[in-house]
């Protein structure tokens, strides 16, 4: 048995040098061009900074050829961003240029920086999940393919953020998130009662279900569950207890989209995202109903929105009413809460718009 | 190969990098990366995942770290019938040396599929894909090179925070640190699974949340300041006269009100009573704003995703705590939390899930922290309130 809980390298080991001299001491920054930023320091230094979009799903080859690029021109440091894009620093400003032109070699974008939409916070889908009910790597190839000009430049209202998780679980600030795409189950759970006799426990899957929807078996010589379809909403937590009851189903399964969401305190406290298209189904390898949706609403935020008026920020003050009229999307009644806190967004005024 | 995932190669076309590709490249020289590409295109066709629920597997000394994953497609794609996931913890902040990227590389390119995340959304570097032989002799290399395994299951996951005081001028706290600190104070907490569900720490220096902590944790430490923020006069003038429109921009987007501009003396003032400190002037007027000199962290606890009643925002337990190492009241605070929770918590339920169910009174009352009005948007409108019964 080898070494256990050392825990992860110290930082600072891994910190360039004009970073660990100038740590505390940053005075200002400024976005000198889409996806290059300038820190300067109060001693007087300054790191430029090239922000570099990534598929987050990479062959250590990939990581080989960044490392390349930073040993090259950054001294053999760089870093990532909470969203998965790669930063490369250096204290020249004559190597600025050098690093974009060899990231753009290897096929990278240099961007993500202020009212931009930045890379997208996504989850494993297909790729690697069991509980998924989409791709998440496919469906953020197709989205960014199309909005990729809104990665290289600074032209929207301000930043929009995208968050694709491909379940409810949400691994991501998919709920918090300007655009969010989530995948969803839309049929009951289908319960192997042979299989689920062997691997489950029965009190701890009835209890899983958050609705009460999953009920002991009536026959009292079959150890299984039955589930009341008319109480399930398709959460499959009672499938991450219990491996018996799976969800997926290749017609039934499909995403929901929800907008503005965000998790910054400037101006308005933090919004949770709300439901904008409840179910559109899994159309892989494009996901064209989904793109061309989200493709909308940002060009209607973009044309509509204040300057600096966050998606959620912007809907608040035009009132859903117009967001929809305004996107064209339909309002149905599954737009209509009916879960815990279903009654705080229920409108309690005479206030609204035409 | 290609003819064998044509709904796939049409993801390697476009300006956006390409994850299709990256696969690919794997596969030249991994038959487990290959087989990936199968199961995915396999996938893509059916509409469903073909991975399988769970499967226990691990290394020695630690009960969580690596997710096991098995294929329910093994004699189509017997090189990835098991394709065990390992989460690796990353240095704070997410700076490396091009040595030690390297270093994972090598050593994931002999143990793995070659395939990997920088990063997962939790914040470890993710291996995605190996065999259950392989396991134990991965992780010892990874040892070996200065890495260990980050929170899988029902323990402590892997802390993360911004980059902070490393690089950036509004952090008032050094997020690095603090999340270099918890995560060797709680070694045991993420590596052995052992609560009601998962826990969340994730550390922001400054209101903007740049890691989603409010969010996502179920222990938030956002960055924040007692004092006034700084407004330099000259750099403001520099704002107006290079046509930057403080009065729309600026004084009309304050929230609170707080900001006063006199058009003749181009100059900004602040009423420092008024400001909520919510980021807004200083983020566009990096230069001539910046937060005050005393610092310190709001501290908020139950931000989770809606399994299973619901998505919450973390809510404020402390207003205002100072944040110098070696943060002894912050992990008394954790302990106390963990050890309520531990016991009071439901199988699957998360904090905020508990605190919502017993009531945020009985849980300040069994922390002992006092109540203060920071606390609530609003108290009650409702009588039905509980005294002593004494």
Known sequence: MGTTDIGPPDYHTMLPGVIKKNYGKWKYHEIIRPGVLKHVSETGDVVYTVRVGSPRLVSVDFIRDICDVADKYCEGHLRFTSRYNIELMTGDIANVDKVIEAVKKLGLPVGGTGACISNIVHTQGWIHCHSAATDASGLVKSVMDELYDHFTNMKLPALLRISVACCINMCGAVHCSDLAIVGVHTKPPKVDNEKLAAVCEIPTTIRSCPTGAIRRHPDENIKSVVVREDLCMYCANCFTVCPAMPLADAMGDGVALYAGGKVSNARKPPMFSRMIVPYLPNNPPRWPEVVDIIKGVVNVYAEHARKYERMGEWIERIGWETFFRLTGIPFTEQHIDDFTHAVETYRTTTQFKW | MDENTPLLDELEKGPWPSYVKEIKRAAKKNKAAKDLLGIQELSYKDKVTHWKHGGIVGVTGYGGGVIGRYSDVP?????????????????????????????????????????????????????????????????????????????????????????????????????????????????????????????????????????????????????????????????????????????????????TDALEWDEKKKELTLKPEDCVRCMHCINKMPKAIRPGVEGGATIMIGGKAPIIKGAYLSWVLIPFMKMEPPYHEMKELLRKIWDWWDEHGRTRERLAELVERVGLKRFLREMGIKPVPQMVFKPRANPYVFFDKK
């Not at chain 2, 929170?151 to 509004?170: H, K, Q």
């Open chain 2, 75 to 255: 004699e189509q794609f017997p090189n990835a019938a098991s394709f065990h996931t390992i989460r690796v913890n990353h240095p704070g902040g997410w700076f490396y040396t091009t040595k030690a990227l390297r270093q994972i590389c090598d050593v994931w390119e002999k143990f793995g599929s070659g395939m990997t995340n920088f990063h997962g959304s939790t914040g470890d570097i993710i291996l995605l894909g190996t065999t259950t032989e392989n396991l134990q002799p991965c992780f010892d290399a990874l040892a070996g090179i200065g890495f260990d395994l980050g929170g899988s299951g029902s323990a402590l996951r892997t802390i993360a925070g911004c980059v902070g005081p490393a690089r950036c001028e509004w952090s008032t706290i050094d997020t690095l640190n603090i999340v270099h600190d918890l995560t060797m104070e709680f070694q045991d907490e993420i590596h052995r699974p052992r609560w009601p569900y998962k826990f969340k720490i994730k550390a922001s220096g400054c209101p903007n949340d740049c890691v989603a902590a409010i969010a996502r944790a179920d222990f938030t430490i956002i960055g924040t300041w007692r004092d006034s923020l700084r407004i330099d006069q000259n750099s403001v003038k520099e704002y107006a006269e290079k046509g930057f429109d403080i009065h729309k921009l600026i004084v009309d987007r304050c929230p």
